[in-house]
T-cell receptor
Framework: DTEVTQTPKHLVMGMTNKKSLKCEQH?????MYWYKQKAKKPPELMFV???????INESVPSRFSPECPNSSLLNLHLHALQPEDSALYLC?????????????FGPGTRLTVT | AQRVTQPEKLLSVFKGAPVELKCNYS??????LFWYVQYSRQRLQLLLR??SRESIKGFTADLNKGETSFHLKKPFAQEEDSAMYYC?????????????FGAGTRLAVHP
């Protein structure tokens, strides 16, 4: 299995809702990432996990809360989002954080905040 | 700040024509650069990395430290090359694998 999967594909939520995005990989990768991609913009890094520990938080607002329950799963918990948070959320994984490790991307979850 | 600049939002060529997608970077350390590609309705995927000095799908890219460039080239474009291309710089603060993407260039190859 050489894919990163993400669920759901689409999500519409109100500003008072609580929802979660899920990401899974079974390639034995020990680094996992969350990116945010606004329309017609490049992906921007949000969080990096290495060996299930948070390594990088790119000053992301606390209404986004990542979680890495095990080496194969990465969640992004959402609460009290704003309409400007509407974007494509990409998950990626790599073997680890060293060298020129290729990052494998999932298809993304398209989030709309109403 | 480290930056990646792709000056062209759209590059439109005819099939068989040469293609060059420009990428310039600013980085205080030793750069590690990549090209990622996103075909229509497909996920973002690695095309090539500068350290490998390889040719993938006929594309090559040479790191020019003097000009701080990593342009992507192909001598004869094919229609299936139409996609969004992102140049990316790996920043490694404390050894972390952080990618900084350029704004992207959409390549449209016409028959």
């Amino acid at each position: 299995d050489t894919e990163v999967t993400q669920t759901p594909k689409h999500l519409v939520m109100g500003m008072t809702n609580k929802k979660s995005l899920k990401c899974e990989q079974h390639m034995g990768h020990r680094a996992m990432y969350w990116y945010k991609q606004k329309a017609k913009k490049p992906p921007e890094l949000m969080f990096v996990y290495s060996y299930e520990k948070l390594s990088i938080n790119e000053s992301v607002p606390s209404r986004f809360s990542p979680e890495c329950p095990n080496s194969s799963l990465l969640n992004l918990h959402l609460h009290a989002l704003q309409p400007e948070d509407s974007a494509l959320y990409l998950c990626a994984s790599s073997q680890d954080l060293s060298g020129q490790r290729e990052q494998y991307f999932g298809p993304g979850t398209r989030l709309t905040v109403t | 700040a480290q930056r990646v600049t792709q000056p062209e939002k759209l590059l439109s060529v005819f099939k068989g024509a040469p293609v060059e997608l420009k990428c310039n970077y600013s980085y205080s350390g030793s750069p590690e650069l990549f090209w990622y590609v996103q075909y229509s309705r497909q996920r973002l995927q690695l095309l090539l990395r500068h350290i490998s000095r390889e040719s993938i799908k006929g594309f090559t890219a040479d790191l020019n430290k003097g000009e701080t460039s990593f342009h992507l080239k192909k001598p004869f474009a094919q229609e299936e090359d139409s996609a969004m291309y992102y140049c990316a710089l790996r920043e490694a603060p404390g050894g972390y694998n952080k990618l900084i993407f350029g704004a992207g260039t959409r390549l449209a190859v016409h028959p």
